[in-house]
């Protein structure tokens, strides 16, 4: 695919050092990477890898320190020019070999062993680099070779969260004695119109979460991740006002044959994409950092990735035990295949509502 | 002036309730400026006020509260429309005039008493509101009225700060053992390169402030705040790495002879704009709450403006009594009024550095 003005202006935003710098500094995620790179060091070891989307180029570094005999690293961000400075820098110049451009059109004259990638974003699909690591495995993967991560799961939950509605919308009722509630249509609209990428706690659930989509980094295809859509059917385990949708992924680091193992993935049954699935019945994971999983969960510790919420004009006042039901559609944008449509329906106690947003 | 796609830039960005939640939420700015009105309730009792940027008309219904005749609350910002309804839900529409448009180019037919605004951005300048003010003052205010606030200054001085400056340059030295440094110029660039709105405290503080800027906002002209100049001469009055300058501001609420008055107004000795200067040798106000003073110094309570920090690329270790002196200019940028061009020169310990910026 042609590399597009919006592929442009988001390769720029990895160009500043910031961001970096906070992905790194976010030891869930990058002690999770380091982990699992140790962890499959065998698979590594004396072999091929490619880093997409290598960024400063520590994830390329752990492979080489995990013995790969040569690693691309893929950059289509200037980042990649300090990425090959941080490798002369360490002397790995005959192991990692920085290759500054997209996986669509840079070139590597063998197959490899492994792919690693950092990849997910807000809401796991957002930013779609998902696609490229897709491509990255149709270049030049060999069969049985080990992509890390090898699946996602994308969560959502109904939830309440009355201090984030009071703080945004309740604060206009009294402003120093005066009634200003003729600002609620727009305060409500200003706050709850888009995505909110916010961080929240267990707290704020209202029952187990829905799976919305199970990606098998073996097996997904590009065109599978254009639309995905889901029914879900929540029953809350409490009464509360029901505020929104929180939604959040997980990310597990296994081999090929992972989909049937069940000590690193919850037994569920699969969703696939317009079928009814079942909810899965937990709330927490025994040992989340020894599963070789990365969490993002609210009961989780808190990542750079937060939660991403979706929260509607008005709350729902919801019984114990109230079936909240519906239907959810995410689609990339077609103005901006970066961008995600995210289209919400559902019923509750009566009311029916439908919410359409995009995430930018 | 005509109305520019930067000044539309400008006005939509106002058009967000959030940011004037924030605003109002300021408890330092909005109770301050409810003081000043109600202190000088005696003057806009049965008057005539203008409000220049009214936003959500908050400070137009002080005024009514206060006893104005008539309040006209200007904006050209969408938010006007809010203003227009919170005025109708708290029936003050026989008092309080929205009028959604430029003080350039709305009508008023008649002379007013006094104009209240708050139009202070960070660094005080930033944004080139006051401009508006001096347009609504030259137009409307009668001989003799009262502009609320009276009058502001910009301050200046040098500070240090090794958290800053470890958390985002020094993290790369040593980043899970990897020696990162090849990041350094570029974290640096990142991290540096434009002003930085941050919260510091007095502590970070390593002399008395030099005051840049002293705007008597009954006789500021537009044209003065095209260029502003000053020569200034700090002594350090303890050993530190020096890491750059802060600026902040204060305001003051007084009647028109508030020049002369020692009570309100510390006693220093005005800076024209290219001579230097007397640093004033004070860091602590008495009392600044009761002196009807808005301030935003790194001492005070922590205001929506925080501080603005220029930073250098790397720090310069000076001893105590050390002499830091040089020279700042700030511009309105050519390319967008509302940006400024800060070039500031100095000369420490026989280094001598030139550091360009534009706030945008």
């Not at 005959?94 to 809401?123: A, K, P």
């Not at 969260?161 to 206009?172: C, E, L, N, T």
Request: charged share 20%; glycine share 4%.
């Amino acid at each position: 695919p042609p590399c597009t003005d919006f592929d442009m202006a988001y390769f720029n935003a990895y160009a500043d050092v910031g961001i970096h710098a906070e992905m790194i500094k976010d030891r869930v995620r990058t002690d999770t990477y380091r982990n699992a790179i140790m962890h499959y060091r065998s698979l590594i070891a004396g072999k091929v890898v490619v880093d997409v989307g290598c960024g400063t180029g520590i994830l390329s570094i752990f492979c080489a320190q995990a013995g790969a005999k040569r690693v691309y690293a893929v950059d289509a961000s200037d980042i990649a020019v300090q990425a090959n400075e941080v490798v002369k820098a360490n002397k790995l110049s005959d192991t990692i070999i920085v290759l500054h451009g997209r996986v669509e059109d840079v070139e590597i004259d063998e197959e490899v062993d492994v792919i690693v990638s950092e990849w997910m974003g807000y809401m796991l699909l957002y930013e779609s680099m998902l696609g490229s690591v897709i491509t990255a495995r149709d270049r030049w993967l060999k069969p049985g070779g080990l992509i890390l991560p090898s699946n996602a799961t994308l969560f959502m939950a109904p939830v309440t969260h009355p201090d984030r509605y009071s703080h945004s919308v309740d604060f206009w009722r009294n402003v120093y004695g005066i009634d200003m509630s003729a600002m609620l249509p727009l305060a409500k609209q200003c706050a709850f119109e888009e995505p909110s990428v916010e961080t929240i706690t267990g707290e704020n659930v209202l029952t187990w979460p829905h799976v919305v989509k199970l990606i098998d980094c073996y097996t997904i295809s590009n065109q599978e991740l254009e639309t995905i859509s889901t029914k879900f059917k929540f029953q809350s385990i409490m009464r509360a006002p029901f505020h929104g949708f929180a939604f959040w992924f997980e990310v597990a680091f296994s081999g090929p044959e992972i989909l049937t193992d069940s000590d690193v993935l919850p037994s569920i049954s699969c969703s696939s994409n317009t079928q009814l699935s079942d909810t899965i019945q937990r709330k927490k994971r025994p040992h989340p950092s020894e599963a070789l999983i990365l969490s993002t969960a609210p009961e989780d510790p808190p990542t750079h990735w937060q939660q991403t919420l979706i929260y509607f004009y008005d709350p729902i006042d919801v019984e114990q035990d109230q079936v909240i039901e519906g239907s959810l559609t995410l689609s990339q944008s077609k103005e901006n295949p970066r961008f995600m449509n995210i289209r919400l329906e559902y019923v509750s106690g009566g009311r029916s509502v439908v919410k359409e947003s995009i995430m930018r």
